[in-house]
């Protein structure tokens, strides 16, 4: 086919056609919206990520289901409830965050509000993060399996595990079973992972050349990328840049239990690692990164402990940005941000100064080239991901090949 592609304009001018229709989302989101793109304009300026069944059908190009999960934070929730309910979903109830044993069902999910269109049914989902949560980090933290790694920002759609999702047709499950039984929408995806012919399984039976267990970016070269239309979208806002949240950096490990019970609860699965939140008044936009046990420092990677030292030179950096000022203009923490006392993520700024630096820009290249010096060392030890690279499509990012 590709051979063909490359002799024939006329068949890839066609091939690039259906591609755009397949791959519409202003198509898919008009299954809710009826202008797709006013709802994009929100998305955008209020950083909310799509989720869930959607995301994932939108991927497998197969047809919408009746419901809509969304991810945002604290910030752009009032935002996007009022788009929501003044698009014909009204309020139909809370969602209960706890579960029988008052154990909380979700992690860095303060609320979580559903949405009914009394005319054809659909149900939309609101997922609000907690003060310091971050939506792309609730998406890791909280997703079921490697099968629900997949979402939409307002300009791009991204799939964490698209090999296994797509073309093997596997899931790897994330969470312990018999604790998300009482998740009403957590039995609702594994049966829409079902009915799509997707087998839900513990561990990689391949334990030699696990592909899932790792450390992974979100945007790597193991990534689906599908850039989205965004030529009749005018913002008013600038929304979070793309090198952010292809910044994030995650970790999947294999997780045994000692025993098994007979109820199936306790089975071998994967475990998402705990992630870190990296924020400074030196950083316009906040970072999710990896993080690994502490009390063991002889089993850290190299690549977190880095990441360690990246974030006492933004701590550095936060101080000789502060020493800069007039002393009219510190802080009222100052003289604890300097001796150490108050760490950069707790120093509040209500007024920045004029001529106050960002570094940003910075963090992103360093971020990067982590992640490649790590990529370039697992091959050289023999853990090579080349197999489960994406490769470019037709104007559509990458694709698994």
């Known amino acids: 086919m590709l051979s063909l592609l490359r002799t024939s304009k006329s068949m890839l001018r066609s091939m690039k056609e259906a591609m755009a229709v397949a791959y519409s989302i ?43 999960c969304i991810l945002v934070d604290e910030d752009g929730a009032a935002s996007i409830r009022a788009f929501i309910e003044t698009n014909g979903f009204p309020l139909e109830k809370n969602i209960s965050l706890i579960g029988p044993n008052n154990d909380p069902l979700y992690q860095e999910i303060s609320a979580c509000d559903r949405y009914k269109c009394a005319a054809n049914g659909r149900l939309i989902y609101l997922f609000i993060t907690t003060q310091t949560g971050v939506p792309l980090n609730a998406l890791l933290c909280n997703s079921m399996s490697t099968g629900q790694l997949s979402f939409l920002s307002w300009n791009k759609a991204y799939a964490l595990y698209p090999r296994h999702t797509f073309l093997e047709k596997e899931t790897y499950l994330l969470q312990n079973i018999r604790d998300r039984l009482p998740n009403t929408l957590w039995r609702q995806n594994m049966q829409d992972f079902a009915n799509s012919g997707i087998k839900a399984k513990g561990l990689h039976w391949d334990e030699d050349s696990d592909p899932i267990a790792g450390i992974r970016r979100v945007g790597d070269q193991s990534t689906w990328t599908i850039g989205l239309n965004v030529s009749n979208i005018k913002l008013n806002h600038r929304p979070i840049p793309d090198a952010i949240l292809e910044s994030t950096s995650f970790a999947i490990r294999p997780y045994t239990p000692v025993t098994h019970d007979s109820f199936g609860g306790h089975v071998s699965r994967y475990t998402m690692g705990a992630t870190k939140t990296i924020s400074s008044p030196i950083l316009k936009y906040k970072y999710v990164v990896h993080e690994e046990p502490r009390e063991n420092p002889e089993y850290q990677s190299a690549y977190f402990r880095k990441l360690q030292d990246i974030h006492r030179s933004l701590h550095d ?85």
Not at 319 to 348: C, F, N, T
Not at 368 to 388: C, F, I, P, T, V
């Open 26 to 68: 202003d198509v898919r989101l008009k299954t809710f919206f009826s202008d797709p793109q006013a709802f994009r304009r929100v998305q955008a300026e209020c950083n909310a990520l799509l989720t869930g069944s959607f995301a994932r059908a939108f991927f497998a190009n197969e047809l919408m289901p009746q419901r809509l």
């Open 317 to 401: 950096q936060l101080r000789i940005e502060l020493m800069e000022l007039p002393v009219s203009s510190h802080p009222a923490e100052y003289q604890d941000v300097m001796e150490g006392r108050l760490h950069m993520e707790d120093l509040k700024m209500d007024i920045i100064p004029n001529g106050w630096t960002y570094f940003d820009d910075d963090l992103v290249k360093y971020l990067a080239k982590l992640h490649d010096d790590h990529e370039k060392q697992e091959a050289a030890h023999g853990k090579d991901r080349s197999g489960y690279m994406c490769r470019k499509g037709p104007d559509h990012g990458v694709r698994p090949q």
